[in-house]
């Protein structure tokens, strides 16, 4: 088994590798015609004004932080569904334990609207229209 | 916990997917938010008014063509009704019934670049191709009957500037009767589709007093529930003697001020086309069509203002003349242009995908609101 | 199968010239190469079978000029990308311009070594096959983001942001949906998980289990979510954004991108395939007809067509609806799956058959559906004037 690991550290390094090496061929090929207006950054044909690294609101720092403790249980949940058979119905009641738990969280999350991107108060629409009314 | 963060200004166009041409907006927003986005137009500026002052009249018909290139048989249709109605001629029953199928047939065509386009910014790709190609049979019947594909310069003071070529009826007949089956596959795919109303409803209100207070015409008044159409209240050429109705945003039509009424007029003022198209097709009197007057036009002195229905709403020639052969002021009122006006007023915070929505909705042409 | 690498050594006579890990390194490379190679022409035939399946779609007809049938027109293309000036933006942070493509391709290239392509023919036999999968799949994120921010373009910068915000979530419905299957099957091993499936369609996941039936929905959803294609294409919104996080990417390292993509979703078709319709195995009992790997591409390419054809026909979704029908549709819906395969997991022999029936009744009751509705709205005439 650990074997086929040492196949998927050869895979690693092969595309790492295959990538730098088309970088190579094209290299030899094209041609390389920097000017000035070329590099500039591409800001539909204007002036930018700033640059684009600045501190700027994402809106899903909260969505991000769900997604944390979901993948985090989702890491726990694969060992658990490969011997829920094994072990039976006493993993299974612990599991449902476990998600409650969580559940709980995600409720409160959900009632609280941070699951909603954001609601824009200009155009008034609500997750009500994507259900189609 | 407030975080400090900073707006980011962006300049959409003037080269961009969804300008539609070159139209250059500054948008300021909050990561995907917009807060507020203000057009920046003139890119594509020609002095069209004031060149027009140096042309006769009928040499600035062609020009007219350039204000909306998308409908240019609609311009050409307004300019000659502004100059006829100065001199105070008539014009004979054949070529009242062409200019009618003309201008309605253009209007299918302009809203079907409108669907098409639309869509495209809905991130739809199918909608514009089937557009096009619906649009492409009535460009190839524009170029049997004026020579042109995109400028016709078709229309004449008193007149046009050639008669129906033979045959020609009954190939519109037979392209409007694959047209509507058309647009029902069109109606599957994009009118009803969940995607589509979803992102569409609810997106850019524009409450009936905002769309008055704009100065809006058109799908967009009409879709805020103003029933308005020169065509039908201030009636010019053969509408009078023509049944169609107005499509007005509302209970009937199901949406009502959004961005999906925008649509579904436009859309519902598709079939109505086709069906003015199909009444005047009906026993088209004989007549001469070519102009019955001088090529020199002189109108008598005085001043004239006349709106006509475009398909994107109402464009209004305001002439003066001195007598001479060349008129001493020309105006424009491009639909465009005013319906743009309402762009800044319902693109404040909303998304970056609702802006591009809004923006599709008004339908302009930078060529008429530049011009 | 244990032995693959043993016996393909021991068959080329390899042992007796070089020690095993060399002789091993060697054919993974080889493999590996293999698999790239394979990618690039996937990419190749793929933007091909797009762009004609489009054209039959929208009514053109599509490429037809470079060889037979338009069959070149891609490898012109590849040509063209790789003698194609590399525009490298003042302002952008060359390093993590140059590195974001290598990162995306090698998220696209990590997941197939796993993956079972017939019986005994897998790189990298894993135990925790899936999970590795669904790992190594996410590297893509960190690629966009990185290209998103390395451009110093806000175009870049909005769509590596969307990439992230949308693949993070929809990872958990995938893997939730993928749950579901796991805890049936018992095992994470891709080529075991086909082994389970052997025996018939019937034996299929999907119509094994109502609640299969339904994680496998989810799972195509939330595919076409992770691999950025309509309706969820969001990060590269060409509508919108210019052309997302790679606006600034030109020649080669965009085209590394594309074919990225391409790869990304043979990838999460495989998958889909592996977990709910059989793997490798043909639709009757006994061993696949013609060798396992041409039922599986085979199946693998009907996914693909699926998700061409949805790209064709719908538009894209908003950010915030997007968001919700992952976390307030997805996500609850997915649970519920879980936790029903879990309880079948523990159901004797006669459940199961009630399972597989009700699984079938779930999957004509589905069918039923889709084409009541499509009936039911298809060709509506236009009332008074005014579609409906």
Known sequence: MYLHFGAVLVFLLFSVAFVAIIYGISALFRPANPSAEKLT??????????GSWIQFNLRYYLIALVFLIFEVEVVFLYPWAVVLRTIGAFAFWEMIVFLAILLVGFAYVWRKGDLSWFTPSGSGHTDATFSGK | MPFKTEEMLLNVGPQHPS???????????????????????????????????????????????????????????GFVVAVEKLMGISVCERAERIRVIMA?????????????????????????????????????????????????????IGGLAADLTP?????????????????????????????????????????????????????????????????????????????????????????????????????????????????????????????????????????VYVRTENPRGEIGFYLRSDGSTKPSRVKVRAPSFCNMSVFNRISKDILVADMIAILGSVDIVLGEIDR | MQGMYETLLAALGAERVVPFSVGFAALVVVFALFAAIMGAVVALIMVLAERKISADIQERIGP???????????????????????????????????????????GGLLPVAAIAWSNGIVVADLNIGVL?????????????????????????????????????????????????????????????????????????????????????????????????????????????????????????????????????????????????????????????LLGGWIWYLLKIAALMYCQVWVRFVLPRLRIDQLMSLCWKNLVPLGFLALLGASVQALLGPTGQHVMMVAAWLTFGGFVTLLFAAVLKTRHVPAQDGIPR
Request: contains cysteine.
């Open chain 1, 41 to 50: 950054t591409y800001e539909c044909g204007e002036i930018p004004f700033g």
């Open chain 2, 19 to 77: 300008t539609h041409g070159v139209l250059h907006l500054e948008v300021t927003t909050d990561g995907e938010l917009v807060t507020n986005a203000e057009p920046t137009i003139g890119y594509l500026h020609r002095c069209f008014e004031k060149y027009a002052e140096t042309l006769t009249y009928q040499q600035i018909i062609p020009y007219t063509d350039r204000l909306d290139y998308l409908s240019s048989m609609n311009n050409n249709f």
């Open chain 2, 104 to 156: 309605e047939l253009n209007r299918i065509a302009s809203h079907l670049m409108f669907i098409g386009s639309f869509s495209n910014d809905l991130g739809a790709m199918t909608p514009f191709l089937w557009c096009f190609r619906d649009r492409e049979e009535i460009l190839k019947i524009f170029e049997e009957v004026s020579g042109a594909r995109l400028l016709y310069n078709y229309y004449r």
């Open chain 2, 167 to 303: 045959g020609i009826e009954d190939r519109i007949h037979s392209f409007l009767n694959q047209f509507e089956a058309h647009m029902l596959e069109l109606d599957d795919l994009f009118t009803r589709n969940a995607i589509v109303i979803a992102r569409l409803k609810g997106v850019g209100m524009i409450p009936r007093e905002t769309a008055i207070a704009y100065g809006l015409s058109g799908p967009m008044l009409r879709a805020s529930g103003v029933d308005w159409d020169c065509r039908r209240d201030e009636p010019y050429s053969i509408y009078p003697s023509l049944r169609f109705e107005v499509p007005v945003g509302g209970e009937k039509l199901g949406a009502l001020g959004d961005c999906y009424a925008r649509y579904l007029v436009r859309r519902a003022e598709i079939d109505q086309s086709v069906s003015l198209v199909r009444q005047c097709l009906t026993d088209i009197p004989p007549g001469d069509v070519k102009e019955q007057v001088k090529r020199n036009v002189r109108p008598p002195v005085g001043e």
């Open chain 3, 64 to 106: 037809n000029r470079v060889g037979p049938m338009g069959f070149f027109q891609t490898v012109a293309d590849a040509v063209k990308l790789l003698t194609k000036e590399n525009v490298l933006p003042r302002k952008a942070d060359s390093i993590l311009h140059y590195c974001a493509p290598t990162l995306v391709f090698t």
């Open chain 3, 132 to 288: 590795y999968v669904v790992g190594t799949a996410s590297l893509g994120v960190i690629g966009r983001l990185m290209a998103g921010w390395a451009s110093n373009n806000k175009w870049s910068l909005l769509g590596g942001m969307r990439a992230a915000g949308q693949m993070i979530s929809y990872e958990i419905p995938n893997s939730i949906a993928i749950l579901s299957v796991i805890v049936l099957a018992g095992t994470l091993n891709l080529q075991e998980l086909s082994e389970a499936q052997k025996g018939g369609i019937h034996q299929w996941f999907v119509f094994r289990s109502p609640f299969a039936f339904v994680a496998c929905l989810i799972c195509l959803v939330s595919s076409l979510a992770e691999v950025n294609r309509t309706p969820f294409d969001l990060p590269e919104a060409e509508s919108e954004l210019v052309s997302g996080y790679h606006t600034e990417y030109s020649g080669i390292r965009w085209a590394i991108f594309m074919m990225s993509e391409y790869i990304g979703m043979v990838v999460v078709n495989a998958v889909a395939v592996a977990l709910f319709f059989g793997g490798w195995n043909g639709g009757l009992p006994g061993e696949p």
